[in-house]
């Protein structure tokens, strides 16, 4: 007599698949509120390094305003950037193509000070909402208030022209 060969199908049983999706479901509620916290905090440290860049180039921008000997305001300070940056009379930045060395700001000044002090790969800003930008620029108490428009949260940097302090919210 011949032997039969048996076929036997082999695969997952029903309840190995239940498990295996009862356990694959409880590791992304546990994992997925955590990549929703990696990414609010992946903004709040661009927020913090755009804010770092921007207080160095007021800094340097004054460092070269001393550093050539001046002691009164200037317009397109030689040897920082582009060489364009008007600084007051107390040696902060003040604007770049407006030869303007007011402490008082607009939001022309501002987007100027943006620009000439991060150069190259800044940030998009601008005083305008329709044009999507990363920063929205406004100007409150005479100071540039830059908004952080990528996260909805209201965060913000601001410069006073009046003392070179930069002041970080993170909402």
């Not at 397109?76 to 600084?87: P, R, S």
């Given at each position: 007599?011949?032997?039969?060969?048996?076929?036997?199908?082999?695969?997952?049983?029903?309840i190995e698949l239940v498990v295996v999706i009862a356990i694959l479901a409880?590791?992304?509620?546990?994992?997925?509120?955590?990549?929703?916290?990696?990414?609010?905090?992946?903004?709040?440290?661009?927020?913090?390094?755009?804010?770092?860049?921007?207080?160095?180039?007021?800094?340097?921008?004054?460092?070269?305003?001393?550093?050539?000997?001046?002691?009164?305001?200037?317009?397109?300070?030689?040897?920082?950037?582009?060489?364009?940056?008007?600084?007051?009379?107390?040696?902060?930045?003040?604007?770049?193509?407006?030869?303007?060395?007011?402490?008082?700001?607009?939001?022309?000044?501002?987007?100027?000070?943006?620009?000439?002090?991060?150069?190259?790969?800044?940030?998009?800003?601008?005083?305008?909402?329709?044009?999507?930008?990363?920063?929205?620029?406004?100007?409150?108490?005479?100071?540039?208030?830059?908004?952080?428009?990528?996260?909805?949260?209201?965060?913000?940097?601001?410069?006073?022209?009046?003392?070179?302090?930069?002041?970080?919210?993170?909402?």
């Amino acid at each position: 007599m011949q032997a039969q060969l048996i076929k036997k199908h082999s695969g997952f049983t029903l309840i190995e698949l239940v498990v295996v999706i009862a356990i694959l479901a409880i590791l992304a509620a546990f994992a997925l509120p955590r990549f929703a916290q990696l990414s609010e905090q992946a903004h709040q440290s661009s927020i913090r390094a755009t804010s770092g860049a921007l207080a160095a180039g007021v800094a340097l921008a004054k460092t070269q305003w001393v550093s050539n000997g001046f002691t009164t305001a200037q317009t397109d300070v030689q040897g920082f950037g582009n060489g364009l940056v008007d600084v007051s009379a107390d040696g902060w930045a003040t604007s770049v193509a407006s030869d303007d060395t007011s402490a008082t700001m607009d939001a022309t000044k501002c987007q100027e000070i943006w620009a000439g002090l991060l150069q190259s790969n800044a940030p998009t800003v601008s005083a305008v909402p329709a044009n999507n930008p990363d920063y929205l620029i406004t100007v409150a108490a005479g100071d540039c208030v830059f908004t952080y428009q990528l996260d909805g949260q209201g965060s913000n940097i601001e410069y006073d022209a009046n003392t070179g302090e930069i002041t970080t919210t993170i909402n």
